[in-house]
């Protein structure tokens, strides 16, 4: 099976191109930015004639929650058109879809967790884009997958909070994080397997997978500190109306992984449980 595996050095990419090249049945082609400009047709073009690619695994994404309030323009550019542009391309040589989005589509005015048939409505200039990249993959190919997530962590070049919350234990007694924002960690080692025992069925349309629970961002945070035994540090309550930020965020965004257990009769493992492990392999390898 030959996979087009697109943004292959972020975090989640990463993750994915490490499990497909343990699986023989796959044959895995990479693509990161310097490779493959998706914002370009003819590149496209060029790679997908080359590879010619049974499925398209695409983790490139704008994905600068502030920034793409500043430039509108590019987030929309590099998370809507480009999709629409490989979901073509990828309906053309009638290959599988698989585009990644968010829980940052919804606007968190619920209080209990978000389906597949909830209703979209974002807040900002980046949840907009992901939303318009899912218009554009469900109006070019009817071979797709797409793939809701939330608040990632796992392995790779990029900071993420879990990252940010231990480099900023090393150098501050106080770490100020927000008390009213809600949502789902993930662990892209969970859901980059659950990616790919996705692409092997032809159930095909819109999936939430994140680990199971949540929390808000200082409970999370408070986690971080104590798995990765950095207690020096002190994480303070602070509300996101004080907090410096311009682009408005959801309260609440968990998501209801009903339509996955349906399908493959197992849920993600508890984010608390795979935050640990994560941390204690973390841990393991500075001590080496």
């Avoid at 309906?91 to 829980?103: E, H, N, P, Q």
């Avoid at 978000?114 to 974002?122: A, H, I, L, Q, W």
Wanted: proline share 4%.
């Amino acid at each position: 099976m030959r996979i087009l595996l697109i943004g292959s050095e972020g975090t989640l990419g990463s993750e994915l191109q490490r499990q497909l090249k343990q699986n023989k049945q796959y044959t895995v082609f990479p693509y990161h930015k310097k490779m493959l400009d998706i914002t370009l047709n003819e590149e496209i073009d060029k790679v997908f004639f080359k590879v010619k690619p049974q499925i398209v695994i695409n983790c490139a994404a704008y994905t600068d929650v502030e920034k793409a309030e500043v430039e509108p323009a590019k987030a929309i550019l590099v998370n809507g058109t480009a999709t629409k542009n490989l979901a073509e391309a990828s309906d053309k040589v009638g290959a599988i879809f698989v585009y990644f989005s968010t829980d940052y589509i919804f606007d968190g005015e619920q209080n209990v967790p978000y389906t597949e048939k909830s209703k979209p409505n974002p807040l900002n200039v980046y949840g907009e884009s992901k939303w318009l990249g899912e218009k554009y993959t469900i109006e070019s190919t009817a071979r797709y997958f797409i793939i809701r997530t939330s608040w990632l962590f796992g392995r790779g070049e990029k900071k993420d909070f879990v990252d940010k919350i231990v480099d900023l234990s090393e150098i501050q007694r106080e770490i100020p994080v927000i008390t009213d924002q809600i949502g789902s960690p993930t662990y892209t080692m969970d859901l980059a397997s659950a990616t790919l025992a996705l692409i092997l069925t032809n159930n095909f349309g819109i999936y939430h997978i994140v680990n199971k629970g949540a929390a808000s961002r200082y409970t999370f945070a408070q986690d971080v500190l104590s798995y990765s035994k950095e207690h020096a540090a002190h994480i303070s309550m602070i509300d996101s109306k004080v907090y410096p930020h311009s682009a408005r965020r959801p309260k609440y965004s968990v998501l209801d992984c009903q339509r996955f257990l349906d399908v493959f009769g197992y849920e993600l493992p508890n984010w608390r449980e795979r935050l640990s492990q994560y941390l204690k392999e973390v841990s393991t390898k500075k001590e080496w």
